[in-house]
């Protein structure tokens, strides 16, 4: 396909999910494993890593922007984003290993090495990310087009987040032969080489079709003036921040839930195992529930349920695993109907945005978005990690039945409410499904003057 509009090769589709599964090997193991990584086998408190999270992830959300104007002012015979999957492919899987590396120093020296090596991981995260997420957007001009590569691109992230949390725990055990530190290297170092060669193969098959008009003229300035101007990013910037801030509480609960509240750290792997089946199918059914109610209302009823599924396990016994395993299976399942419609939405946004001024700025917008992502991810992770600390959390410990309390809490009613949060923003989301196909007609007769595809 040369032109903007109409079905994208399926190659083109599969190769570009390939990337998302890559960065997903590092992402799942940084909400699933990293603060229990961090506290149980590199040897930080609780309140260390909770406080490592938020500095660390609030300044490296502040670089999502930066990269965005860098990315949109990229200019390389292959485009302005795709060049950026090839350059930070290797850098990517080194950091990855080193992050997840028990150097054998004194306490503070491995303080410090925690600190650089998780900063180095969220920058290098944020250079490739931004970029491959802006590609969604400029890939194709069909709206609907747009979502089936987001759904492709979840497709393969929750792929990635069903091999990491439902095999990375035994691959740790295995691999290490009874040292978890050494077992966590060898699991990261193996993801991290397959997503190098993935990173490659998504740079290779992927092209951008949509260019922003040759005589646009913008500036830092009128870019960021922009965005404060275009409501439904700002309505999509709070749905994103309350959006991972449950999902960084969530992921990063249900490992010492398992090991402490259930008392079966196996259970971990069966748990997201099924959870995460039923993921995939919501994702695939996707595209089709889209077309047929639009994105914001999937979006909307998909965080109502999953936040209200979240909250009904506070009410069941820890050790009630048919039960658990079953309301996770609902859970997943809802939530992954709505899997691929952030990504496509960030699109629409941009779309927004040019309709209106008649400028485009498809990587500020989606890194003004993926900014959203970072807080969320910061403020969850210090959250989860403060409250464990609260509720007298020792690691490697048994633990008061205070303690049992606040995870068991953490994992359902305060992930529970930060979904429910995002459904509450999704409600002044201003474009509708009528709406979106109006500004993509638009814009397709706009750029006829002077779109063309780079090579």
């Known amino acids: 396909m040369n032109g903007t509009n109409g079905r994208l090769p399926f190659a083109e589709k599969f190769g570009y999910g390939l990337g998302d599964m890559a960065a997903n090997f590092v992402f799942q193991a940084m909400m699933a494993l990293q603060l229990n990584f961090y506290t149980d086998t590199f040897g930080l408190t609780p309140a260390q890593a909770g406080t490592m999270f938020l500095v660390v992830g609030l300044g490296a959300a502040v670089f999502n922007p930066v990269m965005g104007v860098i990315a949109d002012r990229t200019k390389t015979r292959w485009g302005r984003f795709r060049p950026w999957l090839l350059w930070t492919a290797v850098p990517f899987g080194v950091i990855g290993i080193l992050t997840f590396t028990t150097p054998d120093l004194s306490a503070p020296a491995k303080l410090m090495y925690a600190w650089v090596t998780y900063l180095l991981l969220r920058l290098v995260y944020t250079m490739n990310n931004v970029p491959y997420a802006a590609l969604t957007g400029v890939m194709t001009a069909d709206p609907n087009e747009r979502t089936s590569i987001a759904s492709y691109r979840q497709l393969f992230a929750n792929s990635a987040g069903f091999i990491v949390q439902s095999?990375?725990?035994?691959?740790?055990?295995?691999?290490?032969?009874?040292?978890?530190?050494?077992?966590?290297?060898?699991?990261?170092?193996?993801?991290?080489?397959?997503?190098?060669?993935?990173?490659?193969?998504?740079?290779?098959?992927?092209?951008?079709?949509?260019q922003p008009d040759p005589q646009q003229k913008t500036s830092v300035g009128q870019d960021?003036?922009?965005?404060?101007?275009?409501?439904?990013?700002?309505?999509?910037?709070?749905?994103?921040?309350?959006?991972?801030?449950?999902?960084?509480?969530?992921?990063?609960?249900?490992?010492?839930?398992?090991?402490?509240?259930?008392?079966?750290?196996?259970?971990?792997?069966?748990?997201?195992?099924?959870?995460?089946?039923?993921?995939?199918?919501?994702?695939?059914?996707?595209?089709?529930?889209?077309?047929?109610?639009?994105?914001?209302?999937?979006?909307?009823?998909?965080m109502l349920l999953t936040g209200i599924f979240c909250i009904l396990?506070?009410?069941?016994?820890?050790?009630?695993?048919?039960?658990?395993?079953?309301?996770?299976?609902?859970?997943?399942?809802?939530?992954?109907?709505?899997?691929?419609?952030?990504?496509?939405?960030?699109?629409?946004?941009?779309?927004?945005?040019?309709?209106?001024?008649?400028?485009?700025?498809?990587?500020?917008?989606?890194?003004?978005?993926?900014?959203?992502?970072?807080?969320?991810?910061?403020?969850?992770g210090a959250i989860a990690g403060w409250l464990l600390s609260f509720y007298g959390y020792q690691p490697n410990a048994e633990q008061t039945a205070h303690a049992l309390l606040g995870i068991r809490l953490i994992a359902s009613v305060y992930a529970g409410?930060?979904?429910?949060?995002?459904?509450?923003?999704?409600?002044?989301?201003?474009?509708?499904?009528?709406?979106?196909?109006?500004?993509?007609?638009?814009?397709?007769?706009?750029?006829?003057?002077?779109?063309?595809?780079?090579?």
Not at 193 to 199: H, K
Not at 258 to 285: D, E, H, P, Q, R
Request: hydrophobic letters at 55%.
């Open 224 to 302: 960021l003036a922009d965005l404060m101007k275009n409501g439904p990013w700002i309505a999509l910037f709070l749905v994103t921040t309350f959006y991972f801030i449950a999902l960084m509480i969530r992921g990063s609960m249900m490992l010492p839930y398992f090991i402490y509240c259930a008392g079966n750290k196996l259970l971990f792997s069966w748990f997201n195992g099924f959870g995460l089946t039923a993921l995939l199918i919501g994702v695939a059914c996707s595209t089709a529930l889209t077309k047929r109610i639009g994105k914001r209302t999937l979006f909307f009823w998909s």
């Open 313 to 380: 396990l506070f009410f069941l016994p820890a050790t009630a695993t048919v039960p658990i395993i079953t309301l996770e299976v609902l859970r997943q399942f809802v939530y992954g109907c709505s899997g691929p419609v952030l990504w496509a939405m960030m699109g629409d946004v941009a779309d927004f945005g040019e309709w209106k001024t008649g400028r485009r700025a498809t990587a500020t917008v989606t890194a003004a978005v993926v900014f959203a992502l970072w807080i969320g991810l910061a403020l969850g």
């Open 417 to 455: 409410a930060a979904f429910l949060a995002a459904a509450v923003c999704l409600l002044f989301y201003g474009i509708s499904m009528k709406l979106n196909l109006t500004i993509s007609h638009d814009l397709t007769e706009r750029r006829k003057g002077y779109s063309s595809p780079a090579s």
């Open 167 to 210: 095999l990375a725990i035994p691959m740790v055990v295995f691999l290490g032969r009874g040292s978890n530190a050494r077992g966590y290297q060898l699991t990261m170092g193996l993801f991290s080489v397959i997503g190098v060669a993935m990173f490659l193969i998504a740079f290779s098959v992927t092209r951008e079709r949509i």
